[in-house]
T-cell receptor, first 115, second 113 residues
Framework: NAGVMQNPRHLVRRRGQEARLRCSPMKGHSHVYWYRQLPEEGLKFMVYLQKENIIDESGMPKERFSAEFPKEGPSILRIQQVVRGDSAAYFC?????????????FGPGTRLTVL | AQKITQTQPGMFVQEKEAVTLDCTYDTSDQSYGLFWYKQPSSGEMIFLIYQGSYDEQNATEGRYSLNFQKARKSANLVISASQLGDSAMYFCVGPGTASKLTFGTGTRLQVTL
């Protein structure tokens, strides 16, 4: 029973390039969440998606960031024209429903470094 | 706004001793969940324990237990018989708005010989 999968685990980009982070939720989970962790801080919510729908993107920066969760395939967090401040660990989590008492299970994270 | 407060940035505990990590939260919701996650130096986020706001018993999972005091809005994590492998960052996580989680700032636990 595979857990939440994220790839790549480490990603290095130069300023101005695009970063694509992938997340495959646990089997049977249709709710996906993306969080960002800056060094020495807790995780901050970015976006919540269900299949083909963005439910809550209140934590997403207004520009350069986008997320999708297509009918088939993994969820993608896309960062265009990366800047040094985008360097962080990006975690994806999934849950079976959207109940607020559901446990969210996290992937191993993608560590993005912008040079 | 929903808020989780962890007032201990760092803690030390001797191996085999018990340790309590503090957490208080703020919410106006009646039904919610509280979680503790562990983040070792390798970076992954590991779910430890869950407490529902309507659960009558304090949650326990092996060596982890949650001292849940609803009226005080506190959900302290107790680790019994600490092991060297317990050295990690511990996050108290609570109800955000809608389905998003709100993370505390974390407590770094160091287990010593």
């Amino acid at each position: 029973n595979a857990g939440v999968m994220q790839n790549p685990r480490h990603l290095v980009r130069r300023r101005g390039q695009e970063a694509r982070l992938r997340c495959s939720p646990m089997k049977g989970h249709s709710h996906v969440y993306w969080y960002r962790q800056l060094p020495e801080e807790g995780l901050k919510f970015m976006v919540y998606l269900q299949k083909e729908n963005i439910i809550d993107e209140s934590g997403m920066p207004k520009e350069r960031f986008s997320a999708e969760f297509p009918k088939e395939g993994p969820s993608i967090l896309r960062i265009q024209q990366v800047v040094r401040g985008d360097s962080a660990a990006y975690f994806c989590a999934s849950s079976p429903t959207s109940r607020r008492t559901d446990t969210q299970y996290f992937g191993p994270g993608t560590r993005l470094t912008v040079l | 706004a929903q808020k989780i407060t962890q007032t201990q940035p760092g803690m030390f505990v001797q191996e085999k001793e018990a340790v309590t990590l503090d957490c208080t939260y703020d919410t106006s919701d009646q039904s919610y969940g509280l979680f503790w996650y562990k983040q070792p130096s390798s970076g992954e986020m590991i779910f430890l324990i869950y407490q529902g706001s309507y659960d009558e018993q304090n949650a326990t999972e092996g060596r982890y237990s949650l001292n849940f005091q609803k009226a005080r809005k506190s959900a302290n994590l107790v680790i019994s018989a600490s092991q060297l492998g317990d050295s990690a960052m511990y996050f108290c996580v609570g109800p955000g708005t809608a389905s998003k989680l709100t993370f505390g700032t974390g407590t770094r636990l160091q287990v010593t010989l």
